[in-house]
């Protein structure tokens, strides 16, 4: 069903997601391991790597809930892609909705809020509904209330500020009228109080950007309705929204290229750079060279990350390179807020490229992951940028899901094959739960939700991909990777 979805969408409006900023205090998956004695056929295991935690594997598993608020052993959200997930300051973890299973292993969209505890291992579940396709509940723009609910979505864009609270913007799902479509609306969650807040954009689905001056903020400009965004959260605790698949001024879908910026003091959004139309070119400029003439062209379901200096990284997604044709993008792309320029830093300016993956663990100016979307981004402690799995073409070319961990270098510039697979649609390999062995692997997915714990481990649950038995659907198996 979601094979028909997804591409029905894509076909209506041209072509057809993120993640958290996430730091990571992992990584070097080429490390030597510390082996323990383990009596299984799956060899000894190993003090780092991925490991199955909890979850089913297999895909399409129901969700158990149990009751609203009170934490359970029982207690899981069903399989589901195209949701995100964050860390409150306390170190709890949040998800939200997504497209997926619920109590009674129907697959739609879903508007539940999940919260999970790293130290007991349990999931509450704190709002929305247990069922599929639920309107949103809107109330007062601007007004707290417990009965307050944003609609069923999944593809959503989000922050979480300094003081804990969720920021979530758009995507595609139900409005207020139980209308599906994409979606305009900001809302703010408090964990501290568990209601949500409507706080801007419209309460129904396919508004079209209403742009102003392009540099200036005003009560009145907005980004259309759009999902599969990127954004970015920078170190003055302003958001960041760029392209996506959606409205433009004149309320037509397709690809789109406009960076955004909001203020959540003033509660205002600014247009800052890119086009107010759909599908346009990129302007690519000299690689390496920053110009005020250079933008990516328009795109959904990239790949995002701030660097230490407070720059915005892009990469890849579906939409349109140099010539305005459509399809996987494989650009790197960076934003500098001082100059308001953007810079194509490495890949290629055509769509459709295959994987060049090199030598497992060696950097080089050649090697650059495919034409890819749906990957799952994160940021080290050193400032590296890495990416696991999402859709896109392998190193023959051939296309499908992925399970390839790739980093990046934004000194060098260049990328490096750290682990998984150079074929697409690989298989999970999962063994005992809680256990870790060197041949773990969560298997092909994209669009899953990650996460970093107190601990600074990656975390992972879900996404669009392959279970242990080889069919592909709706996962909700959660890893842990430890470094």
Not at 359 to 367: E, P, R
Request: glycine residues 16%; hydrophobic residues 30%; negative net charge.
């Amino acid at each position: 069903m979601m094979e028909k979805a997804k591409f029905a969408r894509r076909g209506r409006a041209w072509s057809g997601w993120i993640a958290v900023i996430l730091t990571l205090s992992v990584l070097s998956l080429t490390s030597a391991c510390v082996f323990n004695e383990d009596d299984g056929d799956d060899g000894p295991e190993s003090t780092t790597g991925w490991s199955w935690e909890d979850g089913s594997d297999i895909t399409g598993a129901a969700g158990v809930y149990g009751t609203k608020g009170v934490a359970s052993s029982s207690n899981y959200p069903g399989g589901r892609g195209y949701h995100l997930a964050w860390q409150d300051p306390s170190g709890l973890l949040w998800l939200f909705g997504g497209h997926g299973i619920d109590s009674a292993g129907t697959e739609e969209h879903l508007n539940d809020l999940w919260k999970y505890s790293p130290a007991t291992g349990e999931w509450t579940w704190i709002s929305g509904s247990n069922t599929v396709s639920q309107s949103g509940t809107y109330g007062t723009k601007g007004t707290p209330a417990p009965g307050n609910v944003p609609g069923a979505r999944d593809s959503y864009s989000l922050w979480r500020d300094s003081s804990g609270r969720l920021w979530l913007f758009g995507g595609y799902g139900f409005d207020s009228t139980s209308n599906a479509d994409h979606l305009n609306d900001l809302w703010m969650f408090d964990p501290g109080s568990s209601e949500w807040t409507w706080i801007s954009g419209s309460s129904r689905t396919g508004q079209a950007g209403v742009y102003g001056v392009k540099g200036t903020s005003s009560p009145d400009t907005h980004p259309g309705a759009r999902y599969r965004a990127d954004y970015w959260i920078d170190p003055s605790g302003d958001f960041w929204l760029f392209g996506g698949l959606g409205l433009d001024a004149d309320g037509l879908n397709g690809e789109l290229n406009d960076l955004w910026r909001f203020d959540p003091e003033t509660l205002r959004w600014t247009w800052i750079s890119g086009s107010d139309a759909r599908n346009p070119a990129g302007i690519y400029g000299t690689k390496g060279s920053p110009a005020a003439g250079n933008v990516p062209g328009g795109r959904d379901a990239g790949s995002s990350w701030l660097d230490g200096n407070g720059r915005l990284w892009l990469y890849g997604g579906t939409g349109c390179d140099a010539s305005g044709t459509v399809g996987w993008l494989s650009d790197m792309w960076v934003y500098d807020q001082a100059t308001n320029e953007w810079a194509w830093m490495s890949g290629a300016n055509a769509v459709n490229q295959p994987g060049v993956y090199g030598t497992q663990g060696t950097a080089s100016a050649s090697n650059n992951p495919g034409g890819l979307d749906g990957a799952m981004p994160w940021l080290d402690p050193g400032g590296k940028f890495w990416l696991f799995g999402g859709s896109g073409l392998d190193e023959s070319g051939d296309t499908g899901l992925l399970d390839d961990i790739w980093k990046y270098d934004p000194t060098t510039f260049q990328w490096t094959w750290m682990a998984g697979s150079k074929n697409v649609n690989q298989t999970g390999d999962l063994s005992s739960q809680g256990k870790r062995y060197l041949s773990n692997n969560p298997g092909a997915r994209e669009h899953a939700a990650v996460w970093i714990d107190s601990a600074g481990n990656l975390w992972l649950i879900g996404g669009r991909g392959y279970g242990s038995r080889g069919s592909r659907g709706y996962l909700n198996d959660m890893w842990e990777y430890v470094r």
